[in-house]
């Protein structure tokens, strides 16, 4: 069976650092989907990414980036120059890739905290 | 652009109660999901359907069942509402890539 794991259950950083969330997946799919989505305090989630098992560029959308490495079965998020606003819990997911219609399979949430 | 609408934004029910929750997926998206989340949890993923028939079901109790209607929109039913039934609903929607996400429905019961 699928699985995805965040280790880090919590991160707690001062605003402009950079910080990287990690994100481990365990599968024996050869097609699939990779996201990330953020949930603000307000509860929402909201999508950030995603990435397909045979795309292993990594990306980069203002000060968020991402890099995804089959070899390692990782795909880690990184923010530059954390601001406050990006307090939030982030969530990795996996998706399988045999169809369009895949539930996701979360982690168990990454929460940041980003202080003045 | 429009996102997925779910209604109520807030629910409380007593135990034993019946409640429905309503998701309005983004036009032109042909997979609904329902997902719970409870406090301090990651999403977990209840039923699904595609093109208005029931596409996938994972750990939905037996007491809640959801439908698709003609207009696309999906409703999830829960009778007999127990406490542990607290938590966030979200409903997504998708077209062949990512599922986007409702605000969530947030169901307490007392």
């Known amino acids: 069976a699928q699985k995805v794991t965040q280790a880090q259950t919590e991160i707690s950083v001062v605003e402009k650092e950079d910080v990287t969330l990690d994100c481990v997946y365990e599968?024996?799919?050869?097609?699939?989907?990779l996201f990330w989505y953020k949930q603000p305090p307000s509860g929402e989630l909201v999508f950030l990414i995603r990435?397909?098992?045979?795309?292993?560029q990594n990306e980069i959308s203002g000060r968020y980036s991402w890099n995804f490495q089959k070899s390692t079965s990782s795909f880690n998020f990184t923010i530059t120059a954390s601001q406050v606003v990006d307090s939030a819990v982030y969530f990795c997911?996996?998706?399988?890739?045999?169809?369009?219609?895949?539930?996701?399979?979360f982690g168990q949430g990454t929460t940041l905290q980003v202080k003045p | 652009a429009a996102g997925v609408i779910q209604s109520p934004r807030h629910l409380i029910k007593e135990k034993r109660e019946t409640a429905t929750l309503k998701c309005y997926p983004i036009?032109?998206?042909?997979?609904v999901y329902w997902y719970q989340q409870g406090p301090g949890q990651d999403p977990q993923f209840l039923i699904s359907?595609?093109?208005?028939?029931?596409?996938d079901k994972g750990s939905i109790p037996d007491r809640f069942s959801a439908q698709q209607f003609s207009d696309y929109h999906s409703e999830l039913n829960m009778s007999s509402l127990e406490l542990g039934d607290s938590a966030l609903y979200f409903c997504?929607?998708?077209?062949?890539?990512?599922?986007?996400f409702g605000q969530g429905t947030r169901l307490t019961v007392v």
């Open positions: 990435r397909n098992s045979f795309d292993e």
């Open positions: 359907f595609y093109e208005k028939m029931q596409s």
């Open positions: 599968t024996r799919d050869t097609t699939y989907y």
């Open positions: 036009p032109r998206h042909d997979t």
């Open positions: 997504a929607s998708s077209h062949n890539t990512e599922a986007f």
């Open positions: 997911a996996y998706r399988q890739g045999s169809s369009n219609t895949g539930k996701l399979i």
